[in-house]
């Protein structure tokens, strides 16, 4: 059972992250895939907003220079990727390749979020 879910981003939480962000979004291609999916500048997107009480869980945001020990080590340089809380410890549910693909479409980033927690809870219960 899923008790929270982490978005790692591909950013991170420093005045230099800062200003390479917002030198990203002047060219107009973000270098975090999660990150346009989730916000419009550096505000969170209502769509996204809804997909979160949609799922139903808790969500937390984490930049890749702020991981604890076990995020960094389920994470394993793979950003930006979607992690989750389990009784057992953490588990990916999302990675690079599945977000990037994802070309900005919320609604399919959420079917495959779905997707991914229907299928780890299957794996759980088994």
Do not use: H
Not at 75 to 82: H, K, R
Not at 91 to 100: D, Q, T, V, W
């Amino acid at each position: 059972m899923i008790e929270r879910l982490y978005l790692v981003w591909n950013a991170e939480l420093s005045l230099t992250g800062g200003l390479a962000y917002v030198a990203s979004r002047l060219r107009g291609k973000d270098e975090c895939a999660l990150c346009e999916l989730t916000y419009a500048g550096i505000t969170e997107k209502p769509e996204f907003k809804q997909c979160k009480q949609d799922i139903g869980l808790p969500f937390e945001g984490v930049y890749r220079n702020r991981m604890d020990v076990e995020q960094a080590a389920v994470a394993a340089d793979d950003f930006p990727c979607v992690l989750a809380s389990t009784p057992t410890g953490l588990i990916k549910l999302l990675g690079r390749a599945e977000i990037e693909t994802c070309d900005g479409d919320l609604d399919l980033f959420a079917d495959r979020l779905r997707q991914a927690i229907d299928r780890s809870q299957d794996s759980t219960s088994l």
